[in-house]
């Protein structure tokens, strides 16, 4: 069976209601912290990607049950550090950095080894900004160059820390977190802003955790040792594999679209205040809390007058995994878009950003690069016809294969873009809704 696909085609105008994955992020922690619970969890509308399905693989090794009835994936936890381990456990975390960090931080308190591994990909990323705070805690971690391979062994003398999370990593301090609910006393975080799905699935549950906001920080205190009780959880739409068909029918001629049920966690809405800083004028309805997060509806429409942006750094940690789609509509958009301190994107499953710029050159649009700056320069009537491109080598990242694909369907050209199995890792349904809404794919 081929692992490439063809794009010969624009996509034609559209009109379309769609429904994208569930959240990547909220799944993966959800199946975690029904690990951590005590009876029966019931998660619907989990997202059954190769990362997640990862994560239900972990648990199972950690001695946690887990099973499908229709729709429901149904954990049977044990409490906290309720895990029952065999000697020699060895987990895999596939592409997964946010199974990694995480469930490290489940482990501080494991009485056997347990070796943490991932694919290519995964093992070339950096490990240390989770190894520093665990070992705090107590724990006895072994490593190669800081990276995958990882063993860790827990420790019965676990102690609170104070740490100083300033990278905004949301995978740092939700591993840090999850060391906290295993540990006495009060560990407290004071983090750069990132995602906060951890924070609101605890609270949600009603475990001791207090936020405050200070100095543009988050001060989070966690009170270790509160047992908590299995739960029923929806997991909601994607903003990261929605922000593709925004982007789709953005730069598609007079299409519009709606995205239903989304995660609008303001967190996550970096994408959303970009491109309308651009002139994309995306608006969300129907707005509602689910479980404790933003929920709601996408309207996109198309735009033909985008503008530049001179990007402020803040929105960065909102908006890592949707940089590189937003770059493509900063090459149609007219004037220079800059933007600024975007190292974490190198931390990501490939090094994105060094991947974003060859990109764009590639078809055709000046970038200036400073170290982990870019200036784009937009071409408002940027055409691909009549041109012929292959994209491959680029570490099965799926955020490549996505971009490409809606490069392809919005600018023109004739596409061969390989790793087609790449989607598995976040969005399996990726090539299945885009021919829904008329791409033609083969």
Same mark, same amino acid.
Not at 299 to 323: G, Q, T, W
Not at 346 to 372: M, P, Q, T
């Given at each position: ?52 399905? *990862? ?20 954990? %049977? ?29 489940? +482990? ?12 290519? =990909? ?56 999850? =060391? ?34 200070? *100095? ?7 009170? &270790? ?6 739960? %029923? ?16 029918? +953005? ?8 995205? %239903? ?34 929920? &709601? ?64 050159? +590639? ?8 170290? *982990? ?30 971009? =490409? ?7 023109? &050209? ?9 989607? *598995? ?18």
């Amino acid at each position: 069976m081929t692992n490439h696909i063809y794009i010969k085609n624009k996509i034609n105008s559209f009109n379309k209601k769609i429904k994208v994955s569930s959240d990547k992020s909220i799944s993966i922690r959800s199946i975690l912290l029904a690990s951590q619970a005590v009876g029966i969890s019931k998660i619907s509308n989990l997202l059954e990607s190769e990362d997640v399905l *990862n994560a239900l693989k972990a648990i199972k090794k950690l001695g946690i049950n887990y099973k499908k009835v229709g729709k429901i994936h149904i954990i %049977e936890g044990y409490g906290l550090n309720g895990f029952s381990l065999k000697k020699n456990v060895t987990i895999n975390a596939g592409n997964s950095g946010t199974l990694a960090r995480l469930i490290l931080g489940l +482990l501080v308190k494991s009485k056997s080894k347990v070796k943490l591994i991932g694919d290519n =990909s995964l093992s070339k990323r950096d490990f240390s900004r989770v190894i520093k705070p665990l070992s705090l805690f107590g724990a006895n971690i072994k490593d190669k160059k800081k990276s995958l391979p990882i063993e860790i062994i827990g420790s019965n003398f676990l102690r609170p820390i104070t740490y100083n999370e300033n990278i905004g990593s949301a995978q740092v301090k939700s591993s840090i977190i999850f =060391s906290a609910l295993n540990t006495p006393g009060i560990t407290t975080i004071k983090s750069k802003h990132s995602r906060n799905h951890t924070e609101l699935m605890l609270k949600f549950l009603k475990y001791p955790i207090k936020i405050q906001k200070k *100095n543009n920080l988050d001060i989070i205190s966690i009170k &270790g040792l509160n047992q908590f009780s299995g739960f %029923e959880y929806n997991v909601p739409g994607d903003i990261s594999s929605a922000s593709f068909f925004i982007v789709l029918t +953005l730069l598609s001629k007079k299409s519009q679209i709606v995205i %239903e049920k989304v995660n609008i966690n303001e967190t996550r809405l970096g994408l959303v205040s970009i491109l309308n800083k651009m002139g994309a004028g995306i608006k969300l309805k129907k707005k509602t809390k689910q479980n404790g997060e933003d929920v &709601g509806d996408i309207h996109v429409e198309s735009k033909v007058n985008l503008k530049a942006i001179n990007c402020p750094s803040k929105l960065n940690s909102s908006a890592i995994d949707e940089f590189l789609i937003i770059f493509l509509v900063a090459s149609k958009a007219k004037g220079i878009s800059r933007f600024k301190n975007l190292g974490e994107m190198n931390k990501k499953e490939s090094k994105r950003l060094d991947l974003a710029v060859k990109f764009l050159k +590639l078809i055709g649009i000046k970038v200036e690069r400073y170290k *982990n700056d870019i200036n784009i320069h937009g071409k408002p009537n940027l055409t691909l016809s009549m041109k012929n491109f292959e994209i491959k080598n680029f570490l099965k990242d799926h955020r490549i294969f996505f971009l =490409s694909c809606v490069t392809a369907l919005t600018l023109g &050209g004739n596409w061969k873009i390989h790793d087609k199995d790449s989607i *598995n890792t976040s969005f399996p349904d990726f090539l299945k809704i885009l021919k829904m809404v008329g791409a033609k794919v083969n």
